[in-house]
């Protein structure tokens, strides 16, 4: 017996191959991982633990009327938009969210564009699906930002997604509104289905406002969120998603085929998260924001000039063009450093590393300066 070929193809994570030559040596400074180093807020921990000791057993496929509401409300506060609520999914965690819409989209061999450097994951589902991945860049000299009419030659008749992710992981960018809105409009142009990785959205820098892609269009943008970042719980497994309203069946179907609904307590979990008290998400945002700035000052002190991030907490360090981001990688967990290679986000990051903004500032001030002591040792990376 043999896998599915599309199942055999699905290449291993990057990131985690760095995170498993890393874990459980002693003096290693973790920055590959994209999790947030504070504890989930007491007040979503203890909503979870009254749920449990009420009941705990099978909800609904799309989720708790309460969650759905508590979404609805969200995405009213937040980002000033009303959905209806028929149109929100409750899903397990984002990756979820996305891979379903992934599959309630494309057939074998359709194509979905995708960001380049991006989150490897997506891709992921879509080879899983048969699909083909296709990627548009985000260079470094336009600061990870894409080009619309670059997106639009890659359109074909094959084509059913075009994936965007603001704030970005990995590179930390908040595409431009007009740029989103020139994105949206050449999809619908195409009859491309716009969907919008926004799990960042509320991790914003420099006093800027959260926006959602949805403002654009509410029939052609399926939007996801999570509350893994936003309220530190990447391990409780809530996401949802907003999509037009004839994506729903399907994807209720795809749903009860593959996760049958969310786990109530942390269904309870995510209505305290939405609902509750909001000061721990602004407390968060401007620790990464002081962070990010701290490790921005340790490089450019060592003559070391990045793009700066708006949002989400990640920041691209450059190495040398020629240089080759995992054999950096590599070098630097033998330093006691752990970081990402841009080659597991795709090709155009392939001279960059990821730092992860998710771990303490003691960790960072530490890491950054082994970071530059390499740096200056290897010719940034090149003889790494």
Known sequence: MKPSPFADSIQPSGIREIF???WGKPDMLHLEVGEPDFPTPLHIVEAAFAAARMHSGYTGTVGLP????AVVERLKRVHRIDVPVEQVLITSGAAQAIAAIVY??????????????????????IVSRGAIPVRYALPASNGFVPDPDEVASLITSRTKLLVVCSPSNPTGTVIPPDVIEALVTLAREHDVLVLSDEVYDEIVFDGREPRTTIQFSDDDVAAVWSCSKTYAMTGWRVGYTVVPTWLVRPLIAIQEGSVTCVAEPCQAAAVEALTGPQHAVAEMRDAYEHRRNVLLGKLSEAGIK????????????????KANARSAALSLVERGVAVAPGTAFGDVARDALR??????????????ERIVAWYAETDGGLRA
Do not use: K, Q
Not at 356 to 362: H, I, K, N, Y
């Open 104 to 125: 309630a989209m494309c057939s074998e061999g359709d194509e979905v564009l995708v960001p380049d450097p991006g989150w490897p994951n997506c891709e992921m589902a």
């Open 306 to 321: 990045c793009v700066v991030p708006s949002g989400a907490f990640y920041l691209m360090l450059p190495l040398d063009p």
């Open 20 to 22: 498993d030559l890393a």
């Open 355 to 368: 730092i992860s903004l998710a771990a303490s500032e003691e960790t960072i001030a530490a890491a950054v």
């Open 66 to 69: 309460i969650v759905r509401d």
